[in-house]
């Protein structure tokens, strides 16, 4: 054979797709523990678990003190400390376990979306401990993860209608099964948690000790609880006039810099000072994410009602980092209730990026025929990702009217 027909058989070999059933046997199915790498964005998150749902060991390297001081996650120092810390983020969560990586049956590792050099780190280092070890490999997609994490706790069965919050994605979708997702919405532009982290830095909450090293939009949360004037800011409703389910924040975040800008002047705050109405100011802005994303939502359940896309089923799951606001999720109870919807959410550490989310998927897929791979190719990895196919189209053509819900009243 010629050179090139060797490689081309090895890519070929590479990329095969074997079922479980075939790759790993009945018996070790049942009692499978898989590690999970996580590293698309700036969270190097390992986990071990089991086909139980059993967390057996768990470890998160973040990196979000260190990023919070460039305004931002930079690509570069994100590579840097992925690949300082991922060694010993799988050993300390195979440590946790009282496990060796000899003992697990599988390594899933997040290939897309997300940040390229970011991904390469923990797709290499998922690669070297395969081959080492001769494990099978099972390539997850991040916000696939993001959608299931909730079943690893709590029964939810399939389908349901996820709505992904957070700093780098906003979609809501239907989700049929492990492998079957049906796009309703996404963001137009920014990411609910992008503009919340943005405007935190606007506002210079990192200048308030308390809120010195936290996320943008749990320091946003928090300063909303001591507003004393709910009604001393106002925000426009993103594309009030649009009758589908795509989202966009970036008019809210232009509306928040009138607002402080205005104030600013008004008080003659200048360079590291913080104008006085900030609590009243983060709680408008919160009321404002939270009754776009609502409202958006809203119509997607009225949408699956119309088609019965969830079958016997009422379940709405919110997941991503902005999930683990209080006031967003009591805003998707108020408008859901009247359809008779329930509302999920994994607990507030799985609801940001973590290990046990990679892990999780990748005992959902062990437990479905839907494939194992033998080896990733490097190629696989695909910073942009969209998921699940669109039915986009469907619901803007579905014209379904919604009557915007003021939540303020009924969440403060
Ligand atoms: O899911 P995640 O860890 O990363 C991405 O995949 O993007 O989400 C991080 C985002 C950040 O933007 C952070 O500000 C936001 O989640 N976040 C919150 C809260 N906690 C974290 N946003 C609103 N309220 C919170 N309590
Ligand atoms: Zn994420």
């Known amino acids: 054979m010629s050179y090139c027909l060797k490689q081309c058989a090895k890519l070929l070999r590479n990329l095969q797709i074997l079922s479980p059933r075939r790759y790993l046997s009945q018996e070790v199915l049942r009692n499978a523990s898989v590690l999970g790498i996580e590293t698309s964005c ?3 998150g390992c986990a071990v678990v089991d086909m139980t749902g059993k967390i057996l060991g768990e470890s998160l390297h973040s990196q979000n003190a260190v990023h919070v001081r460039y305004g931002g996650v930079n690509p570069l120092i994100a590579n840097e400390l ?4 991922i060694e010993q983020a799988v050993a300390e969560a195979l440590e946790n376990s009282n496990l060796t990586v000899d003992d697990i049956d599988a390594i899933a590792v997040t290939t897309r979306p997300g940040m390229l050099m970011s991904l390469q780190v923990g797709v290499k ?3 070297y401990l395969a081959r080492k070890h001769n494990k099978p490999l099972i390539p997850i997609h991040h916000m696939e993860a993001h959608a299931l994490v909730v079943r690893v706790s709590q029964d939810v069965p399939f389908p349901y209608l996820s709505l992904l919050i957070s700093g780098g994605h906003c979609l809501l979708a239907v989700v049929k099964d492990v492998d079957e997702f049906y ?3 996404k963001s137009l532009d920014n990411a609910p948690g992008e503009v919340l982290d943005k405007g935190a830095r606007r506002m210079k909450l990192k200048n308030i000790p308390t809120y010195s090293q936290m996320a943008g939009g749990r320091a946003i949360e928090l300063a909303a609880k001591h507003c004393k004037d709910p009604d001393l800011f106002r925000f426009p409703l993103p594309l009030a006039k649009y009758r589908d389910c795509n989202f966009s924040f970036s008019g809210l975040k232009d509306a928040l810099d009138r607002n402080l800008m205005k104030k600013e002047l008004e008080h003659g705050v200048m360079g590291d000072g913080i104008i006085p109405e900030v609590n009243e100011l983060c709680a408008a802005y919160q009321l404002a994410v939270a009754e776009h994303i609502a409202h958006r939502t809203e119509r997607a359940v009225i949408f699956c009602e119309k088609n019965t896309l969830l079958g016997e089923y009422r379940n709405l799951v919110v997941s991503g980092g902005v999930a683990c606001n209080d006031f967003i999720y009591k805003s998707l109870q108020v408008v859901t209730k009247k359809l008779g919807y329930e509302v ?8 940001t990026d973590n290990g046990v989310m990679i892990a999780w998927n990748g005992i959902e897929k062990l437990r479905k025929p839907c494939g194992i791979i033998a080896d990733i190719p490097i190629s696989s990895i695909e910073p942009v990702a969209p ?3 669109s039915l986009i189209n469907e619901v803007k053509q579905s014209n379904l009217p919604v009557r915007v819900s003021r939540l303020r009243k009924m969440c403060l």
């Open 42 to 44: 700036d969270d190097t």
């Open 82 to 85: 992925h690949r300082r810390n």
């Open 125 to 127: 280092y998922a690669k």
């Open 183 to 185: 796009l309703l919405g």
């Open 344 to 351: 999920y959410r994994p607990p507030p550490r799985l609801c």
């Open 387 to 389: 998921l699940g196919n």
